[in-house]
Protein backbone atom coordinates (compact mmCIF):
# COMPACT_ATOMS: atom_id res chain seq x y z
CA UNK A 1 0.00 0.00 0.00
CA UNK A 2 1.05 3.67 -0.38
CA UNK A 3 0.40 6.98 0.58
CA UNK A 4 0.71 8.51 -2.85
CA UNK A 5 -1.57 9.10 -5.81
CA UNK A 6 -0.31 10.27 -9.54
CA UNK A 7 -3.36 11.87 -11.30
CA UNK A 8 -2.69 11.83 -14.80
CA UNK A 9 -5.42 13.57 -16.55
CA UNK A 10 -6.25 12.22 -20.03
CA UNK A 11 -7.95 13.34 -23.59
CA UNK A 12 -6.92 11.13 -26.77
CA UNK A 13 -3.37 10.56 -25.61
CA UNK A 14 -3.13 7.27 -27.67
CA UNK A 15 0.74 7.90 -28.33
CA UNK A 16 1.75 8.91 -24.59
CA UNK A 17 -0.42 7.24 -22.16
CA UNK A 18 1.37 3.51 -21.97
CA UNK A 19 5.05 5.56 -21.85
CA UNK A 20 4.20 7.97 -19.23
CA UNK A 21 2.66 4.89 -17.29
CA UNK A 22 5.57 3.21 -17.79
CA UNK A 23 8.21 5.86 -17.17
CA UNK A 24 6.66 6.50 -13.79
CA UNK A 25 6.30 3.07 -12.34
CA UNK A 26 9.96 2.73 -13.71
CA UNK A 27 10.78 5.71 -10.61
CA UNK A 28 12.93 4.71 -7.48
CA UNK A 29 9.06 5.55 -5.60
CA UNK A 30 6.51 3.82 -4.15
CA UNK A 31 2.93 5.52 -5.86
CA UNK A 32 -0.43 4.55 -7.64
CA UNK A 33 -1.75 6.16 -10.53
CA UNK A 34 -5.00 7.40 -11.55
CA UNK A 35 -5.80 8.09 -15.03
CA UNK A 36 -8.94 10.53 -15.25
CA UNK A 37 -9.99 10.04 -18.97
CA UNK A 38 -12.37 12.67 -20.55
CA UNK A 39 -14.12 9.95 -22.55
CA UNK A 40 -11.36 9.39 -25.28
CA UNK A 41 -12.33 7.89 -28.51
CA UNK A 42 -9.01 7.32 -29.61
CA UNK A 43 -7.60 3.93 -27.88
CA UNK A 44 -6.59 5.82 -24.63
CA UNK A 45 -8.82 4.09 -22.59
CA UNK A 46 -8.43 0.52 -23.87
CA UNK A 47 -4.89 0.89 -23.31
CA UNK A 48 -4.88 2.16 -19.57
CA UNK A 49 -7.74 -1.33 -19.13
CA UNK A 50 -5.22 -2.98 -20.64
CA UNK A 51 -2.22 -2.30 -18.17
CA UNK A 52 -4.40 -2.54 -15.45
CA UNK A 53 -4.90 -6.07 -16.64
CA UNK A 54 -1.81 -7.38 -17.27
CA UNK A 55 0.66 -5.67 -15.44
CA UNK A 56 -0.79 -3.54 -12.80
CA UNK A 57 -3.42 -4.47 -11.35
CA UNK A 58 -3.05 -2.64 -7.97
CA UNK A 59 -1.65 0.03 -8.28
CA UNK A 60 -2.97 1.79 -11.50
CA UNK A 61 -6.94 2.86 -11.64
CA UNK A 62 -8.91 4.47 -14.29
CA UNK A 63 -12.26 7.09 -13.96
CA UNK A 64 -14.07 8.05 -16.90
CA UNK A 65 -15.83 10.69 -17.59
CA UNK A 66 -18.69 10.99 -19.52
CA UNK A 67 -20.22 14.68 -20.36
CA UNK A 68 -17.67 16.42 -18.51
CA UNK A 69 -14.79 17.93 -20.00
CA UNK A 70 -11.85 20.48 -18.98
CA UNK A 71 -8.29 19.82 -16.92
CA UNK A 72 -10.00 21.48 -14.05
CA UNK A 73 -12.60 19.50 -13.47
CA UNK A 74 -10.66 16.29 -14.57
CA UNK A 75 -8.27 16.71 -11.18
CA UNK A 76 -10.52 17.70 -8.70
CA UNK A 77 -12.87 14.22 -9.93
CA UNK A 78 -8.97 12.47 -9.14
CA UNK A 79 -8.83 14.58 -6.44
CA UNK A 80 -11.56 13.75 -4.59
CA UNK A 81 -11.13 10.43 -5.84
CA UNK A 82 -7.90 10.10 -3.66
CA UNK A 83 -9.18 11.74 -0.53
CA UNK A 84 -11.93 8.79 -0.54
CA UNK A 85 -9.42 6.13 -1.02
CA UNK A 86 -7.26 7.91 1.49
CA UNK A 87 -4.05 8.92 -0.06
CA UNK A 88 -1.92 11.47 2.18
CA UNK A 89 -0.11 13.16 -0.65
CA UNK A 90 -1.63 14.18 -4.12
CA UNK A 91 0.57 14.69 -7.49
CA UNK A 92 -0.53 16.53 -10.83
CA UNK A 93 1.23 15.36 -13.64
CA UNK A 94 0.40 15.49 -17.59
CA UNK A 95 0.32 12.96 -20.22
CA UNK A 96 2.82 13.93 -22.59
CA UNK A 97 5.71 14.27 -20.43
CA UNK A 98 6.04 17.41 -20.71
CA UNK A 99 6.61 16.72 -16.80
CA UNK A 100 9.90 14.41 -16.62
CA UNK A 101 8.56 11.32 -14.06
CA UNK A 102 12.23 11.48 -12.81
CA UNK A 103 11.24 15.05 -11.06
CA UNK A 104 8.59 13.09 -9.05
CA UNK A 105 10.58 12.32 -6.20
CA UNK A 106 11.89 16.29 -6.00
CA UNK A 107 8.33 17.59 -5.71
CA UNK A 108 7.05 14.93 -3.11
CA UNK A 109 9.99 14.32 -1.15
CA UNK A 110 9.49 18.27 0.48
CA UNK A 111 5.41 17.28 1.35
CA UNK A 112 6.84 13.72 2.79
CA UNK A 113 9.26 15.23 4.91
CA UNK A 114 6.49 18.46 6.55
CA UNK A 115 8.54 20.42 4.71
CA UNK A 116 6.46 22.12 2.61
CA UNK A 117 2.37 21.76 2.36
CA UNK A 118 2.27 22.11 -1.41
CA UNK A 119 5.07 21.65 -3.82
CA UNK A 120 5.82 23.30 -7.07
CA UNK A 121 7.13 21.73 -10.24
CA UNK A 122 8.73 25.58 -11.52
CA UNK A 123 9.36 26.37 -14.64
CA UNK A 124 10.68 29.82 -13.80
CA UNK A 125 12.49 29.77 -10.19
CA UNK A 126 14.20 32.93 -10.16
CA UNK A 127 13.31 34.23 -13.11
CA UNK A 128 15.45 31.32 -14.96
CA UNK A 129 12.91 29.89 -18.09
CA UNK A 130 13.47 25.86 -17.89
CA UNK A 131 11.39 24.98 -21.16
CA UNK A 132 12.86 22.90 -23.93
CA UNK A 133 10.59 23.17 -28.07
CA UNK A 134 8.22 26.08 -27.33
CA UNK A 135 7.91 28.43 -29.87
CA UNK A 136 9.14 32.31 -28.29
CA UNK A 137 5.17 33.29 -28.78
CA UNK A 138 3.88 30.68 -26.50
CA UNK A 139 6.52 30.55 -23.99
CA UNK A 140 6.35 34.36 -23.49
CA UNK A 141 2.81 34.45 -23.03
CA UNK A 142 3.04 31.87 -20.59
CA UNK A 143 6.74 33.40 -18.38
CA UNK A 144 4.65 36.47 -18.72
CA UNK A 145 1.22 34.87 -17.03
CA UNK A 146 2.84 33.80 -14.04
CA UNK A 147 4.53 37.14 -13.69
CA UNK A 148 0.97 38.95 -13.88
CA UNK A 149 -0.59 36.10 -11.71
CA UNK A 150 1.95 37.12 -9.16
CA UNK A 151 1.81 41.06 -9.68
CA UNK A 152 -1.97 40.88 -9.20
CA UNK A 153 -2.40 38.31 -5.97
CA UNK A 154 1.00 38.84 -4.54
CA UNK A 155 1.48 35.47 -4.17
CA UNK A 156 4.97 34.47 -3.54
CA UNK A 157 5.28 31.90 -6.37
CA UNK A 158 7.45 32.36 -9.66
CA UNK A 159 5.78 29.52 -11.71
CA UNK A 160 2.24 30.34 -10.96
CA UNK A 161 0.28 28.45 -13.91
CA UNK A 162 2.73 25.54 -13.54
CA UNK A 163 0.73 21.73 -13.83
CA UNK A 164 3.10 19.51 -12.45
CA UNK A 165 2.38 19.70 -8.53
CA UNK A 166 2.19 17.58 -5.39
CA UNK A 167 -0.79 18.78 -2.61
CA UNK A 168 -0.75 17.07 1.05
CA UNK A 169 -4.28 16.09 1.96
CA UNK A 170 -4.55 18.56 4.63
CA UNK A 171 -4.28 20.95 1.79
CA UNK A 172 -6.96 19.57 -0.32
CA UNK A 173 -9.57 18.81 2.83
CA UNK A 174 -8.76 22.94 4.10
CA UNK A 175 -9.43 24.24 0.35
CA UNK A 176 -13.26 22.79 -0.35
CA UNK A 177 -12.77 21.17 -3.80
CA UNK A 178 -16.34 22.43 -4.13
CA UNK A 179 -15.53 25.97 -4.30
CA UNK A 180 -13.27 26.09 -7.04
CA UNK A 181 -14.27 27.92 -10.14
CA UNK A 182 -11.58 27.18 -13.09
CA UNK A 183 -11.72 24.64 -15.14
CA UNK A 184 -8.89 25.57 -17.62
CA UNK A 185 -5.78 26.95 -17.10
CA UNK A 186 -6.84 29.38 -14.15
CA UNK A 187 -7.36 26.21 -11.91
CA UNK A 188 -3.57 26.10 -11.41
CA UNK A 189 -3.36 29.83 -10.21
CA UNK A 190 -6.71 29.05 -8.19
CA UNK A 191 -5.59 25.90 -6.51
CA UNK A 192 -2.48 27.63 -5.80
CA UNK A 193 -4.02 30.78 -4.46
CA UNK A 194 -6.49 29.38 -2.15
CA UNK A 195 -3.70 27.33 -0.64
CA UNK A 196 -0.98 30.46 0.22
CA UNK A 197 -4.11 32.17 1.39
CA UNK A 198 -4.89 29.66 3.95
CA UNK A 199 -1.21 29.80 5.02
CA UNK A 200 0.01 26.69 4.01
CA UNK A 201 3.51 26.38 2.93
CA UNK A 202 4.27 26.46 -0.67
CA UNK A 203 7.55 26.03 -2.08
CA UNK A 204 8.94 25.83 -5.83
CA UNK A 205 11.36 22.84 -7.26
CA UNK A 206 13.18 23.67 -10.63
CA UNK A 207 12.39 21.15 -13.53
CA UNK A 208 12.79 21.17 -16.60
CA UNK A 209 9.55 21.38 -18.88
CA UNK A 210 9.77 19.79 -22.43
CA UNK A 211 7.48 20.63 -24.68
CA UNK A 212 5.16 16.79 -26.10
CA UNK A 213 6.77 15.41 -28.85
CA UNK A 214 3.68 13.21 -29.58
CA UNK A 215 0.10 13.96 -29.52
CA UNK A 216 -1.90 17.54 -29.61
CA UNK A 217 -1.83 20.58 -27.28
CA UNK A 218 -5.39 21.12 -25.88
CA UNK A 219 -4.77 24.69 -24.97
CA UNK A 220 -6.47 27.26 -26.83
CA UNK A 221 -7.46 31.05 -26.41
CA UNK A 222 -10.16 30.87 -24.12
CA UNK A 223 -8.23 29.33 -21.47
CA UNK A 224 -5.70 31.89 -21.53
CA UNK A 225 -8.71 34.38 -21.25
CA UNK A 226 -10.45 33.05 -18.22
CA UNK A 227 -6.43 32.81 -16.53
CA UNK A 228 -5.91 36.53 -17.31
CA UNK A 229 -9.44 37.90 -16.55
CA UNK A 230 -10.34 35.27 -13.40
CA UNK A 231 -7.68 36.10 -11.51
CA UNK A 232 -8.61 39.47 -11.11
CA UNK A 233 -12.15 38.27 -9.88
CA UNK A 234 -10.32 36.19 -7.52
CA UNK A 235 -8.10 38.32 -6.08
CA UNK A 236 -11.16 40.96 -5.33
CA UNK A 237 -13.38 37.44 -3.69
CA UNK A 238 -9.84 36.10 -1.65
CA UNK A 239 -10.58 32.71 -0.43
Known amino acids: MTDTIVIIPTLC ?30 GTIEIV ?16 RKGKRGLGAAYIHGLKWGLEKG ?11 SHNPKDLLKIISPCKE ?13 NKINVINWDFKRLILS ?3 SKYVKFITGIPIFDTTAGFVCYTRKVLETI ?10 AFQIEMKFKAWKHGFRVSEESIIFTDREKGKSKMNG ?3 FEAVFGVLKMKIKGV
Open 143 to 145: YMA
Open 13 to 42: EKENIKGIIEAVFSQNINVNILVVDDNSED
Open 114 to 126: NISDLVVGSRYLD
Open 49 to 64: QSLISDKYKSSLFLEI
Open 222 to 224: SII
Open 176 to 185: DLDSIKFIGY
Open 87 to 97: YDYFVEMDADF
